[in-house]
C-alpha cells in the first residue's frame, strides 16, 4: 500500500467515525447524516480500490486519476453549497413569518391584558 | 358600504425613532382621530414603543429586527385579520406630512385606484435630496415604469395607500429587504390600478437615516433583479 493510500483511508475512516458520532448526539438531521456517511463510503472504497478510480479516469480520458478526485470533490462541494443556500433562504422565509406572528401574538395578547386588569 | 364607514389604518414602520414618532402619531390623530395607527417596533433598542403607544397608537413590537418590509407586512397582516379596508404606509421620521393623507386615502374611497402613490416628483414639491440619490431614484423609476408599463416618477415612496385587494396582496407576499419598488411591479401584474398623486414631503424631523451609500448601490442591484425576478414569473 502506498502512502497517500494509508492517509486517505483513515481520513475516510475519520470521517465516518465523526458522522456517527455526530448522529449520537442528534448534531445532525438525518438528511444530511446520510450523505456524509455516503461521501465518507466513497472516499473510502476510492482509496481501497485505486483501480477503480484509476478505470473511471481512463473511461473520461482523464490521464492523472487523481484529477478526478478533485474535479468531483469540487463539484459535489458547489452542488452541496447551492444546497445549503437554498435551506438557509427557506429557514430565513420561516423565521420571519414566525416573527411577525409572535409580534401579532403578543399585541393581542398586551390588549387582553389590559381588558382584564382595567 | 358607505364613503366614511370605510375603516382605515396607518402602519407606521419604525426603527429607532423615539425622537419623532410620537408628534407624527398625535399629528395625524388631531386630524384623523377615527384613525387606528398601528407602529411596528421592527426590534428599536430606544424608547420607540413607549413613545408610540403614549401617543396612543396600537403597537407590535417584535422581537427581532425584520427590516423595514418584514415590519410593514405584518401591519398588512394586522389590517387583513381586522378586516381594514385602506391601510396606508407613513414613515416613522416625520417625512410624511399627515396633512396630505386625504390626498392619498380619498382615490382608493372613490375606487378610481386600488393603490395611490404619494409622489414628491410629479410636480415641484419642497423634497430635496442628495443629486446621487435622486439619480438612483430617476433610474428605479424608468426600471419600474418600463416593467409596469406605467408613468410612474417615485417607485421608492414610502408615503402610499392601498384597498382591500393591495392588502391582502401584500399580507400573502412583500418583499423583505428593500419592498418600496418591488411592490409595485408585484401589484401591476396582478392587475391593480396604481395611480400617482403629487405630495408635499419634508426632511427627516430627527434622527438618522438608514440609508448609506454603499448600502444604495446594493439597493439598485438587488431591486433591479427583483423587479426581473417578478415580471418573468
Ligand atoms: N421596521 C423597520 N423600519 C425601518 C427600518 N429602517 C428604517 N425604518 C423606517 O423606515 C422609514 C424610512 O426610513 P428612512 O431611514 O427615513 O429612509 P428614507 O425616508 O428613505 O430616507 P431619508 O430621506 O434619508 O429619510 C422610517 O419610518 C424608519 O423608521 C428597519 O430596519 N425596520
Ligand atoms: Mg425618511
Redesign the interface.
Known amino acids: 500500500m502506498e502512502r497517500v493510500q494509508v492517509l486517505s483511508l483513515c481520513l475516510s475512516v475519520a470521517l465516518i467515525v465523526f458522522v456517527l458520532h455526530l448522529i449520537r448526539r442528534r448534531a445532525l438531521r438525518e438528511q444530511y447524516a446520510l450523505l456524509w456517511l455516503f461521501f465518507g463510503l466513497v472516499m473510502l472504497v476510492l482509496s481501497i480500490k485505486t483501480s477503480w478510480l484509476e478505470w473511471m479516469a481512463e473511461a473520461v480520458n482523464v490521464f492523472y486519476a487523481p484529477s478526478l478526485l478533485f474535479l468531483v470533490g469540487i463539484v459535489l462541494c458547489f452542488l452541496l453549497i447551492l444546497h445549503l443556500t437554498v435551506v438557509v433562504s427557506k429557514l430565513t422565509e420561516r423565521i ?1 413569518v414566525l ?2 406572528e ?3 401574538i ?2 393581542e395578547l398586551e390588549k387582553h391584558g389590559q381588558e382584564k386588569n382595567g | 358600504m358607505s364613503y366614511d364607514t370605510l375603516k382605515v389604518c396607518i402602519i407606521i414602520p419604525a426603527y429607532n425613532e423615539e425622537k419623532s414618532i410620537a408628534q407624527v402619531i398625535s399629528r395625524i390623530f388631531r386630524l384623523h382621530p377615527e384613525f387606528t395607527v398601528v407602529v411596528i417596533d421592527d426590534g428599536s433598542s430606544d424608547g420607540t414603543a413607549a413613545a408610540a403607544k403614549a401617543a396612543g397608537a396600537d403597537v407590535i413590537t417584535l422581537p427581532q429586527n425584520l427590516g423595514i418590509g418584514g415590519a410593514v407586512q405584518t401591519g398588512y397582516l394586522y389590517c387583513a385579520r381586522k378586516g381594514f379596508d385602506v391601510a396606508v404606509q407613513v414613515d416613522a421620521d416625520g417625512q410624511h406630512k399627515p396633512e396630505e393623507l386625504d390626498k392619498i386615502i380619498n382615490p382608493i374611497r372613490e375606487g378610481q385606484a386600488d393603490m395611490v402613490l404619494g409622489s414628491r416628483w410629479v410636480e415641484n414639491t419642497g423634497y430635496r435630496s442628495s443629486r446621487s440619490r435622486r439619480a438612483g431614484m430617476l433610474i428605479l423609476a424608468s426600471l419600474v415604469s418600463f416593467f409596469t408599463r406605467r408613468h410612474v416618477t417615485d417607485p421608492t415612496s414610502g408615503f402610499r395607500a392601498v384597498g382591500r385587494k393591495g392588502i391582502q396582496l401584500f399580507a400573502e407576499d412583500y418583499s423583505t429587504d428593500y419592498p418600496e419598488v418591488d411592490s409595485l411591479v408585484s401589484l401591476n401584474s396582478h392587475g391593480l390600478r396604481i395611480i400617482e398623486v403629487a405630495v408635499e414631503m419634508d426632511q427627516r424631523q430627527a434622527g438618522s437615516s438608514s440609508i448609506s451609500s454603499v448600502k444604495s448601490i446594493y439597493y439598485m442591484i438587488k431591486v433591479t433583479l427583483s423587479i426581473m425576478i417578478r415580471s418573468v414569473r
Open positions: 420571519i416573527t411577525q409572535i409580534g401579532l403578543r399585541n
